[in-house]
């Protein structure tokens, strides 16, 4: 079965600073990787997602990430951080089992943005 | 468009009550996925659907725990009797494909307390 370890459970950053959240899954034939955020009381919202092509995958809010396959990560990053970025953001890989896809997440990294 | 709708936002009971909470999938979406999240474990996938069939309730705690989609439109996640470790929120949410590659939409959580 496939894994995600975000190795960060909290990241402090001034804003403006770059910052970059990590993210390593385990191998597997095909893979497919998404990052998504959940601000307080919200439930999760795709950010960006890795199907194939490009292994440098822009989304929303200024968030890119790259796909590296020799080093199974997929990590996300952002050049200016602001204060509404605070919040917790998780990576995840979809898993073919049964005739089906399930999703399977990473146990989140808190970003706090601090002024 | 609507977007997952899940009931109640907030429940608080008491050890040993039934505890029902509910899950509206945007129309047309084919899979669907029930998350607990805890502080200590983070997102947990409990079961998910496709094409309103179970695929995979390894997830599901115990036999406390039961899930039905009765129709595409409609899913419960129930527990009976509860208990203080129940306390979560539970998220639902739903997909349009099951080639991997789709986005979950996310509801907003059902924050379960257990006195």
Known sequence: ???VTQLDSQVPVFEEAPVELRCNYSSSVSVYLFWYVQYPNQGLQLLLKYLSGSTLVKGINGFEAEFNKSQTSFHLRKPSVH???TAEYFCAVSEWERGSYKY???TGTRLKVLA | DAGVIQSP???VTEMGQE???RCKPISGH???FWYRQTMMRGLEL???FNNNVPIDDSGMPEDRFSAKMPNASFSTLKIQPSEPRDSAV???ASSLRTSGTGELFFGEGSRLTVL
């Open chain 2, 9 to 11: 936002r907030h429940e």
């Open chain 1, 1 to 3: 079965a496939q894994s």
């Open chain 2, 46 to 48: 409990l079961i998910y």
């Open chain 1, 83 to 85: 204060i509404s970025d």
């Open chain 1, 104 to 106: 399977i997440f990473g």
């Open chain 2, 30 to 32: 084919n899979s669907l």
């Open chain 2, 19 to 21: 505890v029902t909470l």
């Open chain 2, 90 to 92: 539970y998220f639902c």
